[in-house]
């Protein structure tokens, strides 16, 4: 004998979960009117998906950069999906932001933590997340999520939600947050490697002295110029490619160390995260 399903309680449903009008009363249907049972249906056709779905690329989604009131804390994430339809849907990026205050508020140390967040329906973000892949019909993660304290941290985001980035600042001043965006546009655009040259992985040093050293030789440079000849390429490496040693791309004249002197003495870039949408 069959249950008959008012659409009150299918619509009951579909804003508890989010899920289509008839995968709901289908739902309702197998679950015999009972409404838990109904979510777990629905969740489980999320996990089949999930699976289904799982070497399918997310290379489109959003990105979102949130900061605590007192501006010394800030948190950056990506909720990723297969199509750029999805991500700029309202609803996909509300969830994104929704994930990104809940990181905030709770400032779990990784992503394994975070996943493991539990939200106001009692899912954890990682079962909402599957969840919603069932309601969407596409792969979704949360492939970067990083955090930064500082004594003052910036956000930016860029581009339609496609780069998030958090700047920290060695001081904390309201008439600072200009000068911070600036240098977190500047992260943005430029992705540098390091905030400066004592940042850089010790690797990453050896490695581009001894390409300095391989194009010195090849140049047929003396063997008594080729350290020094490298050790000047390093330097321009970590003028390019360091984040206070770049030029400063709103006025390339000075440095971004130098642009931050010139609005405080002394004030200075701490650290960096950027976080990219198929990055």
Known sequence: ??????????????????????????????????????????????????????????NEGAAIALVNADKTKGVVLNLSCETDFVAMTDSFVKMAKEFAQMALDNFPATKEELLALKMDNGLTIGEKITEQIGVIGEKLDIPSYERLEAP???????????????????????????????????????????VNKDAVDASVVEKEIEIGKEIARNEGKPDNLVEKIALGKLNKFFAENTLLGQKFVKNPKETVQGYLNSVEKGLTATDFKRVAVGG
């Open 152 to 194: 003052m941290v910036v956000s930016y985001i860029h581009a339609g939600n496609k780069i998030g980035v958090l700047l920290g600042l060695s001081k904390n001043d309201d008439a600072f947050e200009e000068a911070g965006r600036s240098v977190a546009m500047q992260v943005a655009a430029m992705n540098p490697i390091a």
């Open 1 to 58: 004998m069959s249950v008959k399903i008012s659409a009150k309680e299918v619509a009951k449903l579909r804003k508890m979960t989010g899920s289509g009008m008839m995968d709901c009363k289908k739902a309702l249907v197998e679950a015999e009117g009972d409404f838990d049972k109904a979510v777990e249906i629905l969740r489980k056709k999320g996990q089949k998906l999930s699976a289904k779905r799982a070497d399918r690329e997310t």
